[in-house]
């Protein structure tokens, strides 16, 4: 079904009245406004029990942190996040890369290679590994001096440590053009 919206102008002191559509209603009743769909990133933030999440705005300026995941086994986690992908639009993943300070390549950033491999062969989309160093740490101090309670925290703090691995994703991407 087409929803119009309806206009009156006052032309050569006459009364137009103007109708036109601006989007469709679906059979679950949401409303498309008939736009192009604005491509978003998701970022993850993965850990062993939670990731994080977070994902793009419209413009891919600013990171939104999304609900943390409780993590269920692979199949459920990839299901879950092409749930996201397809609710958010997202045309790229993010993963966080926790690599060891001095830049070496241990258990848990090969884990998050090969999470990043797989969930782009089943998500069909392009998967981006991205430096995590510190965000975890990070989240923690600006929660903290946000002035965020211990027990909240601890549930925010994943995606928090998502958001900002996103956000210096796409300031590079702004830096480099």
């Known amino acids: 079904m087409e929803v119009a919206s309806c ?6 002191n006459l009364i137009i009245r103007a109708r036109s ?9 949401r409303l498309s406004w008939g736009l192009r769909r604005v491509p978003r990133i ?9 990731m994080g999440l977070a994902v793009s705005d419209d ?13 269920m086994g692979r199949r ?4 879950h996040l092409g749930d996201l992908v397809e609710k958010w639009g997202v045309h790229q993943v993010v993963v966080g890369y926790p690599r060891h300070l001095g830049g070496e390549v241990g258990e ?21 590994l991205w430096d995590e160093r510190y965000s975890t740490v990070a989240a923690e101090r600006t929660l903290i001096e946000a002035g965020v309670r211990r027990k909240r925290r601890q549930e925010m703090r994943d995606s928090v440590a998502a ?13 480099d053009g």
């Open 7 to 12: 206009s009156i102008f006052l032309y050569n």
């Open 21 to 29: 559509p601006v989007g469709n209603i679906d059979e679950a009743g």
């Open 42 to 50: 998701l970022a993850i933030d993965l850990g062993e029990v939670r």
């Open 59 to 71: 413009l891919m300026i600013t990171a939104q942190p999304l609900p943390t995941w409780r993590r």
């Open 76 to 79: 459920s986690d990839f299901a």
């Open 108 to 128: 848990q950033a090969a884990g998050a290679q090969k999470f990043a491999e797989e969930l782009g062969n089943t998500l069909g989309l392009p998967v981006a």
């Open 163 to 175: 958001l900002l691995i996103l956000q210096a994703y796409l300031d590079r991407r702004q830096r």
